[in-house]
Structure formats: structure tokens, C-alpha cells
């Protein structure tokens, strides 16, 4: 089963400043709004590489005033915001532009990834995909890998983009162009994908692992 969860961003812009209050600021966690304003409003005045002190003199009210609304403990009024947008050089419109953009997440439970049937796919060897990336300019693809059976002829894959290999299960000689590295449970292979890659020798079965391939997509 996949669920596509859709969430509005809540978590605050990086790099907090000495005169926000984190106290103030994990209260104010279910005021979406508010939390979203505030965090374009430092955005907008960190890029003119303004103070707090600076930006809120130049709107025309108090220091406080601006770190409450920078850490959305307080809801800006109408007039608040044009001052700001004035100071700070840019349309009301833009603190609010992130409020309404959807942040997605895919859960999938245990055993319930989307089988897919890659190119060169034999009996004992099964994929599971268990996410997905959407509307992102990246795509991002996690399978989970399974392999039971011996087989003589493994399928080398060859495509765009990075691979991370993470090994759970069993023992595996994987190709990477013209070197085999053997993987146990614990280990790692990151790589390009645009060389031939693939499960070589299949060394202690079953055989499980983790593969996360990374490209950008194509007329991005």
C-alpha cells in the first residue's frame, strides 16, 4: 500500500539569529501561517543583508515586533505587512507564496513496495520501489532488491544519473565497469550509473539490498 502524504512546510529557515527565541518558536509550530510568513520575511531580509534591528527601523516599528513575526509567534496585520514589504523591497504577495505549496511523502508499508519488472528481470530477482519523487526537478528512486536464485546470466544496467548501493542481506559481487566489489551486510557502493553495473556473483542467497538511484529529469 502507498500513501502520498501532502503537508505544508512548518520547519524554519536555517541558521537561526541570537535574537529569535526557540522557545517561542517550537509554540508557534501550529500557526502555519504565521510560521510561513515569518520565514520568508527573514528570507527577504537576509538576501538585502539587513539586521533585524535595520529591517524593522526601516518598516517603521520595533525590533521585538519583527523577531515575533520572524519566529510566527504573532499574526501581522495587513498594514504590518505592507510596511515590511516596503522595507524589506518586494510585493506583500511574496509572504505568502510557500504557505500553499504541498510537500509530499510516501509511506509504504513492509513488504508492500510496487514491484517493478526492470529490463533483463528473471525469475528470483525482484524489485521493489518504494517511493518516488513528484514535480521535482531531481528524481529520486529507491528500490529494495531481492535475489534468490542462481542464475548465469545477470542483467547490467546502464543509465543517467548516481547509484547508492546498501547492502541488508546475503553476499554479492557487484560490476561496476571493470571492477567486481564483493558487498556484505553493511556495506556501500555509490557510483555513476552511466558505466555498466550489476549483480555479477551471487556469493550467499538470499541476497537483499538497497538501491537508490538519483538523476535529473530529462527537459528540466
Request: glycine share 8%; hydrophobic share 40%; proline share 5%.
Amino acid at each position: 500500500m502507498w500513501v502520498i502524504a501532502k503537508n505544508r512546510p512548518t520547519d524554519t529557515a536555517a541558521g537561526r539569529e541570537e535574537e529569535q527565541d526557540p522557545h517561542a518558536l517550537a509554540g508557534a509550530r501550529e500557526n502555519l501561517l504565521e510560521v510561513a510568513i515569518g520565514r520568508e520575511v527573514k528570507a527577504c531580509r537576509l538576501a538585502l543583508d539587513l539586521t533585524v534591528a535595520e529591517a524593522a527601523r526601516a518598516a517603521g516599528f520595533s525590533t521585538g515586533m519583527l523577531s515575533k513575526i520572524e519566529n510566527g509567534v504573532t499574526s501581522p496585520s495587513l498594514a504590518t505587512l505592507q510596511a515590511l514589504s516596503h522595507a524589506l523591497q518586494v510585493p506583500v504577495t511574496a509572504f505568502f507564496r510557500r504557505f500553499e505549496q504541498t510537500r509530499t511523502a510516501t509511506f509504504v508499508k513492509s513488504g508492500k513496495g510496487l514491484t517493478i519488472e526492470r529490463r533483463g528481470t528473471r525469475s528470483g530477482q525482484q524489485y521493489q520501489l518504494l517511493g518516488h519523487g513528484t514535480g521535482k526537478r531531481l528524481s529520486v528512486e529507491p528500490y529494495l532488491i531481492t535475489l534468490t536464485q542462481e542464475s548465469d546470466v545477470f542483467p547490467l544496467f546502464q543509465h543517467a544519473g548516481t547509484e547508492f548501493l546498501y547492502m541488508l542481506e546475503g553476499r554479492v559481487g557487484y560490476r561496476h565497469a571493470d571492477r567486481i566489489y564483493v558487498l556484505e551486510p553493511g556495506d556501500s557502493l555509490f557510483f555513476d550509473a552511466d558505466a555498466p553495473h550489476g549483480p555479477e556473483e551471487l556469493l550467499e542467497l538470499p541476497t537483499r539490498y538497497l538501491s537508490i538511484i538519483c538523476y535529473v529529469r530529462e527537459g528540466s
